[in-house]
């Protein structure tokens, strides 16, 4: 009997415990109180009901009372939406803090909806106290006469609060410095003179308003250093030179295969017209052995004929400019 008399005791606890954690946990006393102590005006109702919208009150409680102790007026009611919208509660009303401490303009709607967009809000309100410095890659460009630099800018942004809902970010405002880089460089006369006065970059790129549409307002642009390339002009000077040339050797090609094949042309025009020749040499005979049958050509004439031929070959072989080699064997007869 006694056992089961301090089961039952036991029992009793347990149940009293639980039931007095189930109470304290919906029923967030010490939460309240020190809400009380600390100057927010929140009933034990509302924490209640705050469990009930699955929305911790510790969130919502110790937010308002870091807003209330410097000087911020927030609605409970906007904080818990902003929560169950899947908005960071603590990191709008640290924001709101910092920038009332820095006499910004910055409200709780505006706050919400960069946080909401996706940006740090908080680091978008320190960055708009304390600029951020970009260094650009290295970005190339050719000047008139043909010489290329390589120039590397350092940008110093700070935060647009006004755009940074639906404004670019650093990778556009990078594009865009790059962009006004390469057009200074390009319309310089030379590249001595970028070299000597670099700041002419930072001064034309600045007119531009890169900053037009983007979540940041462009402070300075400063060039942090120039190199010097390669000399494209001269490159493409001589690449079209080897192109000229290799054109100029084509056709010089061209020209002489023709002439080649002019040359076999007339050779094998030669070789026929001395067919033709022999041919008709070859028909000789037989037109003095016709003129000999016909009574035509006598024996006299016949001979005639022989003795002139005999003196036209004399004449030819006179005619013909001596043998070197004859000459030759012949001096080396007489040695």
């Known amino acids: 009997m006694g056992n089961a008399s301090a089961f039952v005791i036991i029992a009793i606890g347990i149940a009293s415990?639980?039931?007095l954690w189930v109470i304290f946990y919906f029923i967030p006393v010490g939460l309240w109180f020190t809400a009380l102590l600390s100057g927010v005006r929140i009933s034990l109702l509302q924490l209640v009901l705050m469990r009930w919208r699955k929305v911790p009150p510790q969130v919502i409680v110790r937010n308002m009372i870091a807003a209330t102790k410097a000087g911020l007026k927030v609605n409970r009611d906007e904080m818990e939406a902003h929560y169950l919208a899947g908005g960071n509660v603590g990191s709008v009303i640290n924001a709101?803090?910092?920038?009332d401490k820095a006499n910004m303009s910055l409200d709780f709607k505006t706050a919400t909806a960069i946080d909401l967009a996706g940006r740090d809000v908080l680091e978008a309100v320190q960055m708009s106290v304390n600029p951020k410095?970009?260094?650009?890659?290295?970005?190339?460009a050719v000047a008139k006469d043909g010489i290329q630099l390589i120039a590397k800018a350092r940008v110093t942004v700070r935060a647009?609060?006004?755009q940074l809902v639906g404004g670019a970010g650093e990778e556009t405002v990078l594009a865009r410095v790059g962009e006004g880089v390469v057009s200074s460089i390009g319309s310089a006369d030379s590249h001595k003179s970028v070299l000597e006065n670099p700041d002419s970059i930072s001064r034309v790129v600045l007119e531009k308003g890169l900053d037009s549409g983007t979540a940041f307002e462009i402070l300075s642009i400063d060039i942090a250093d120039i190199d010097i390339g390669k000399n494209i002009g001269a490159a493409l000077q001589m690449d079209q030179a080897n192109a000229d040339k290799n054109i100029a050797q084509a056709k010089a090609e061209e020209r002489r295969a023709m002439a080649v094949a002019t040359e076999q042309e007339m050779k094998a025009k030669a070789q026929e017209a001395r067919a033709n020749v022999i041919q008709a040499e070859a028909e000789v005979p037989l037109a003095i052995a016709d003129a000999f049958r016909s009574g035509n050509l006598g024996v006299m004439d016949y001979y005639k004929f022989k003795n002139i031929?005999?003196?036209?070959?004399?004449?030819?072989?006179?005619?013909?400019?001596?043998n070197t080699s004859?000459?030759?064997g012949i001096k080396g007869g007489k040695k």
Not at 133 to 140: E, G
């Open 96 to 99: 709101l803090i910092s920038a």
């Open 326 to 328: 004859h000459k030759d």
């Open 17 to 19: 415990l639980f039931g």
């Open 309 to 322: 031929q005999a003196d036209t070959n004399m004449r030819e072989s006179i005619a013909q400019p001596p």
């Open 133 to 140: 410095v970009i260094d650009t890659p290295p970005v190339t």
């Open 160 to 162: 647009n609060i006004k």
